[in-house]
């Protein structure tokens, strides 16, 4: 990765592009990976909210967003996008807008819209060569209406709708690959609980035209079911055990940005969040510990 500004965290976050004291919940993994991202981009930004969680973040007519911020449908955030930078670029054509006053356009969902409803449209934005960012805060469920599971959901997981049994019988959607396989300006996996890389990232895309795609593993103790305290730690075993690559795609080449000389066994992960508890108690499920343990085990043995 390119030499960046950014050595260590107090370089990071210099004045909030977020007004301090929002009212989420506490813990919230997908906010504190907003605020970061926020403070790097700037107020000169407008946010394109698809329906979610981060809605939340508003009370009408108010917003905790220094910059602009536009509410949209959960399946339109990207079409929204499209409009927006369309109507800047006009108003800078006509010499209506300051090219110093041009806003940087970011789209916000969670994975109920990545993954799912808004897939479209954030495709047809991609193949455009849309100027934009897009930001997935993935909770992995549906975590605004009660964490029912979504395409993020991974494998095992107990969710509002996978609550008995075995949990999730699917398999967590791989978005990275989909969006890269549209040849993006820019795309890259991130987490709060690595704020180092995840700030070198957004200031690397900055400098780049085009979509600039980034999904976050958001942390969520509501959904997940664990003390919020612990969120912090839940995203570093997210990536130490090898289950959430941090990883980016630049030029055609996926690059890993954090590659571990001996993963942590995915138990430490699972052990942590009450959504896994079934698979220990009353008794230990080891199939799906072992089924677990070898799509990351793949993953890693097929990078090499």
């Known amino acids: 990765m390119a030499e960046s500004r950014f050595k260590n965290l107090k370089d990071i976050v210099t004045e909030h592009a977020i007004v301090p004291g929002t009212s989420m919940c506490a813990g919230c993994g997908g906010l504190e990976t907003i605020n970061l991202f926020a403070d790097i981009l700037g107020s000169n930004t407008i946010f394109v909210n698809a329906a979610g969680c981060m809605t939340l973040l508003t009370i009408y007519p108010f917003t905790p967003f220094k910059g602009s911020w536009l509410y949209t449908a959960m399946a339109s955030a990207s079409a929204g996008a499209q409009g927006i930078r369309d109507a800047l670029d006009i108003l800078i054509k006509k010499g209506e807008l300051a090219e110093k006053e041009d806003l940087r356009v970011v789209v916000l969902t969670g994975d109920g819209s990545a993954y799912g409803m808004g897939l479209s449209a954030t495709s047809a934005a991609m193949d455009r060569k849309l100027d934009f960012f897009y930001l997935c805060y993935d909770n992995e469920g549906y975590g605004n209406t009660g964490q029912q599971d979504s395409s993020a959901t991974p494998h095992g997981a107990r969710t509002s709708t996978s609550a008995s049994g075995n949990g999730y019988p699917g398999i967590k959607k791989?978005?990275?690959?989909?969006?890269?396989?549209?040849?993006?300006?820019?795309?890259?996996?991130?987490?709060?609980?690595?704020?180092?890389?995840?700030?070198?990232?957004?200031?690397?895309?900055?400098?780049?035209?085009?979509?600039?795609?980034?999904?976050?593993?958001?942390?969520?103790?509501?959904?997940?079911?664990?003390?919020?305290?612990?969120?912090?730690?839940?995203g570093k075993l997210a990536v130490s055990t090898g289950i959430w690559p941090l990883k980016e795609y630049y030029n055609g080449e996926v690059i890993h940005t954090k590659i571990l000389k001996e993963l942590k066994p995915v138990e430490e992960y699972l052990k942590l969040q009450g959504r896994f508890s079934h698979l220990f108690f009353p008794e230990k499920k080891e199939k799906i510990i072992s089924e677990i343990q070898s799509d990351v085990d793949r993953y890693w043995k097929d990078l090499k």
């Open 174 to 234: 791989d978005l990275f690959s989909i969006w890269t396989s549209h040849n993006p300006s820019y795309a890259a996996t991130v987490t709060a609980s690595e704020p180092l890389d995840l700030a070198k990232k957004v200031e690397k895309a900055m400098k780049i035209s085009g979509p600039k795609m980034f999904i976050t593993l958001a942390p969520c103790p509501t959904g997940w079911h664990f003390e919020p305290c612990k969120s912090v730690e839940v």
